[in-house]
Every structure is written in C-alpha cells, then in structure tokens.
C-alpha cells in the first residue's frame, strides 16, 4: 500500500504562483512514476503533469506547459507542482498519483494509488 498526501492548494489570483506537495508512504520502493490530475466541477478527471522514478522524463498536458513544472526528490519521496501564471481555468481539485509498474503515462487508469485532493481556485 501506499498513501499520498496532497497539500500547497488555495486561492490565487490570475496571473499568481502556487506551489503543490505530494508525499508519499508505504512501499514506495517500487515506484516507477509519478504524476498530478486534475479535477474541476461537472468535468472529467484530466492529466496535468508526470513524472518518471529518476526525474528524467517529464510529460505536460498541452494546457500547462510552459507555466507548471513537475519535480520530485527521492530522498524525501516527495512530488512538487510549481505553478505560475495561473489561469481561472486551472481552478480544480488537484490530485496526486502513483503508478507501480515502469513506464510514464498519461491517463489515469494507470495509477494504483491516488491522494485525497487539494483545492486550488484562481480568481480572474
């Protein structure tokens, strides 16, 4: 089992900067990716960013990129999401995952373990 804690969600204003924190417990040993989705009201469950075991390989839906980075550091088990530039659009519940099995992927089927959420709202 593993358990994920999300935290870093507010309120911002356009054009502002949040920083999301994911942490991981359990038997994370086996991971081999990691990644954020996100959530918003009357909508599907959507990919934002992942990112592979090493750090190496990162992935951004086309909506994000170039305003949110993905990181992780190992060694706390820790995932991060800067996010700038931040849009009324990007208002949703954002979720944390892991995937077990080696590969970096972009749809949420593929995640065994998911965190409980973080609210994140941009007021325009």
């Known amino acids: 089992q593993v358990q994920l804690v999300e935290s870093g969600g507010g309120l911002v204003q356009a054009g502002g900067s949040l920083r999301l924190s994911c942490a991981a417990s359990g038997r994370t040993s086996s991971s081999a990716s990691m990644g954020w989705f996100r959530q918003a009201p009357g909508k599907e469950r959507q990919f934002v960013a992942a990112?592979?075991?090493?750090?190496?390989?990162?992935y951004y839906a086309d909506s994000v990129k170039g305003r949110f980075t993905i990181s992780r550091d190992n060694a706390k088990i820790m995932m991060y999401l800067q996010m700038n530039s931040l849009k009324p659009e990007d208002t949703a519940v954002y979720y944390c995952?892991?995937?077990?099995?080696?590969?970096?992927?972009?749809?949420?089927?593929?995640?065994?373990?998911w965190g409980q959420g973080t609210q994140v709202t941009v007021s325009s």
């Open positions: 995952a892991f995937r077990s099995l080696v590969g970096v992927i972009t749809y949420s089927r593929g995640y065994d373990y």
């Open positions: 990112i592979s075991w090493s750090g190496g390989s990162t």
